[in-house]
């Protein structure tokens, strides 16, 4: 069982950034792909971004591309979402999930999700 919290949410005007950080309890952090996704009010959960266990592969979705920088410490258990020039568009609960497949993906099929952080953009 893996428990995922993240944190680095908040209120930030059009243009500016915010760094997500999502930590997993336990020791297998390094063996699970790590995404993050995000559910704006009334829409469906939608995929941001995703990194393999080594960081060697990362996917990110279209609207972000250029944007957002996914990373990942195994060593902290900590993976990040470096967010730039954000959007009103960008506002929505983004949430952090973990695969134990090796495959990474861009669909919802992540084995444990965190409770989401609130990331608000006002124009």
């Known amino acids: 069982q893996v428990q995922l919290v993240e944190s680095g949410g908040g209120l930030v005007q059009a243009g500016g950034s915010l760094r997500l950080s999502c930590t997993a309890s336990?020791?297998?952090?390094?063996?699970?792909?790590m995404g993050w996704f995000r559910q704006a009010p009334g829409k469906e959960r939608q995929f941001v971004a995703a990194i393999s266990r080594g960081s060697g592969t990362i996917h990110y979705t279209d609207s972000v591309e250029g944007r957002f920088t996914i990373s990942r410490d195994n060593a902290k258990n900590t993976v990040y979402l470096q967010m730039n020039n954000l959007k009103p568009g960008d506002t929505a609960v983004y949430y952090c999930?973990?695969?134990?497949?090796?495959?990474?993906?861009?669909?919802?099929?992540?084995?444990?999700w965190g409770q989401g952080t609130q990331v608000t953009v006002s124009s």
């Open positions: 336990g020791r297998t952090f390094s063996t699970y792909v």
């Open positions: 999930a973990a695969r134990r497949d090796p495959m990474v993906v861009t669909t919802l099929r992540y084995d444990y």
